[in-house]
T-cell receptor, first 112, second 110 residues
Framework: DGGITQSPKYLFRKEGQNVTLSCEQN?????MYWYRQDPGQGLRLIYY???????QKGDIAEGYSVSREKKESFPLTVTSAQKNPTAFYLC???????????FGDGTRLSIL | QKEVEQNSGPLSVPEGAIASLNCTYS??????FFWYRQYSGKSPELIMF????GDKEDGRFTAQLNKASQYVSLLIRDSQPSDSATYLC??????????FGKGTRLHILP
């Protein structure tokens, strides 16, 4: 089955720790995205990548980093510089040319 | 600042009635429009997309687009309790920049 796989489903971060959220897709999509969603809030774009080895900051990139070494994979690292990381993180992908984004099941990150 | 505006709700609709969800967008360069359904604690799921002015029907769902008024709507006929969710409207422009609204909470009353 084609889709987007995010792991883990739940993640806990200690103070001062970096954590990495995984996102893998087998849809052969060129573009991949990371969003953050806080309770009762909309989606806020963290980073996006339209092609391998290239990515751009979204609206709230501070405290986060990404890489895009393979078309299928777009991991997000939440660094210790992100002071309020507790949120629901969503990865999405799309093909180019006006096509919709499809989402993974999300990772819920909490602070210990 | 390009925006997509939605009434946050909750919108309460009796079971079996038509639910009407509305959205306006500010970017006149928007070309494609999407409706996502998001159940509490889950990720958004694409339910409809529309590119041209007019109506597009898919089962119980109808998307309506009026580019002159910068207005998109989603009608859900014969509303079911399982339709209770938050509905996100999104607009995509010609450089593939997508903007999501904050969503409308829909509650179908049994």
């Amino acid at each position: 089955d084609g889709g987007i796989t995010q792991s883990p489903k739940y993640l806990f971060r200690k103070e001062g720790q970096n954590v990495t959220l995984s996102c893998e897709q087998n849809l052969n999509h060129d573009a991949m995205y990371w969003y953050r969603q806080d309770p009762g809030q909309g989606l806020r774009l963290i980073y996006y990548s339209q092609i391998v080895n290239d990515f751009q900051k979204g609206d709230i990139a501070e405290g986060y980093s990404v890489s895009r070494e393979k078309k299928e994979s777009f991991p997000l690292t939440v660094t210790s510089a992100q002071k309020n990381p507790t949120a629901f993180y969503l990865c999405a992908s799309s093909s180019a040319g006006g096509q919709p984004q499809h989402f993974g099941d999300g990772t819920r990150l909490s602070i210990l | 600042q390009k925006e997509v505006e939605q009434n946050s709700g909750p919108l309460s609709v009796p079971e079996g009635a038509i639910a009407s969800l509305n959205c306006t967008y500010s970017d006149r360069g928007s070309q494609s429009f999407f409706w996502y359904r998001q159940y509490s604690g889950k990720s958004p799921e694409l339910i409809m997309f529309i590119y041209s002015n007019g109506d597009k029907e898919d089962g119980r769902f109808t998307a309506q687009l009026n580019k002159a008024s910068q207005y998109v709507s989603l009608l859900i006929r014969d509303s079911q309790p399982s339709d209770s969710a938050t509905y996100l409207c999104a607009a995509l422009n010609y450089v593939d920049k997508i903007i999501f609204g904050k969503g409308t909470r829909l509650h179908i009353l049994p």
